[in-house]
């Protein structure tokens, strides 16, 4: 697989202007890898994920590989996840002016290592599923990841509601340097206390992707609709340094007993 550039110290230059938020709160970065499947079914109706018989068809797909990679040695847990809804935020497009995310369906893999994530992608069943998906029509984001950053490790052990924001940007340190920013005022006003930003090790549309979970809809929604410093400050930081955020929420799938 090729590999990107390894992220440096984010560059003064890349910070947005100090506000009255500051920066996030952050702790060392996980030394895990990570793989983030996401698969695209077709079935938004703007801003709403609904449910569909090739949705289902789907997650029973991505549930039965991941039980297969959770009996591998490299794999510490493996999740499942269906899309709500896309929250306000995101523009409608990528940063390339291209289709926006519609990744309504997503499967991320914790590995004990960067360089165990890329070998997952490349020879297991992960990579079975990734060709089988696109085959069948489905618009794909695969890759294996580092932890850029973290505020805390989230937390899969507790229904919640769980937000993967797919970043496009001139490049993977000015968004951190962004990101950073404007967690700070995710912290302060919906009450965030975990986040993991992936880094991908090869070249994908996008330069990070950011996952975090609160406990309930209601505890960030509210900020991002009726707020005036969400658009003000924090959309503004992503605007003035050329960073798309293209968020989605998203609810974990249990395991049948």
Same mark, same amino acid.
């Given at each position: ?17 100090? =506000? ?10 996980? *030394?895990?890898?990570?793989?983030? @499947? ?11 994920? @609904? %449910? ?6 789907? /997650? ?12 591998? &040695? ?12 896309? #929250? %306000?935020? =995101?523009?409608?497009? *990528?940063?390339?002016? =291209?289709?926006?995310?519609?990744? &309504?369906?997503?499967? @991320? ?5 960067? /360089? ?23 618009? /794909?984001?695969?890759?294996? =990841? *580092? ?5 805390? #490790? ?15 940007? #001139? ?26 930003? @992936? ?23 509210? *900020? ?19 960073v798309v955020p293209e968020p989605l929420l998203y609810r974990q799938v249990g395991e049948e007993r």
């Amino acid at each position: 697989m090729t590999s990107r550039p390894t992220t440096s110290d984010s560059p003064a230059e890349a910070a947005p202007r100090p =506000g009255r938020w500051a920066r996030a709160t952050l702790v060392a970065p996980s *030394s895990h890898g990570f793989v983030l @499947l996401a698969a695209d079914t077709g079935t938004w109706r703007l801003p709403l994920a @609904l %449910p569909s018989r090739r949705r289902r068809a789907l /997650v029973d797909q991505l549930r039965t590989t991941a039980r297969v990679l959770r009996r591998d &040695d490299r794999v510490r847990r493996a999740d499942v996840f269906t899309a709500l809804v896309r #929250p %306000p935020g =995101g523009p409608g497009r *990528s940063r390339a002016g =291209g289709s926006p995310a519609r990744y &309504d369906v997503v499967m @991320l893999v914790e590995t004990t290592s960067p /360089v165990e994530a890329e070998h997952l992608t490349d020879g297991s069943a992960m990579a079975v599923l990734t060709r089988l998906l696109r085959s069948q029509g489905h618009g /794909v984001l695969s890759f294996a =990841g *580092s932890n850029a950053r973290r505020i805390a #490790p989230v937390d899969h052990e507790r229904p919640g509601v769980f937000l993967f924001n797919y970043f496009s940007a #001139p490049d993977v340190a000015t968004n951190l340097a962004v990101w950073e920013h404007t967690a700070g005022w995710f912290e302060r006003e919906t009450g965030l206390d975990n986040s993991t930003v @992936l880094e991908p090790l090869t070249d994908v549309p996008y330069a990070v992707v950011n996952h975090c979970r609160w406990d309930r809809v209601r505890d960030v929604m509210p *900020s991002l609709v009726l707020k005036p410093s969400f658009r003000g400050f924090v959309l503004r930081a992503f605007a003035d340094r050329d960073v798309v955020p293209e968020p989605l929420l998203y609810r974990q799938v249990g395991e049948e007993r």
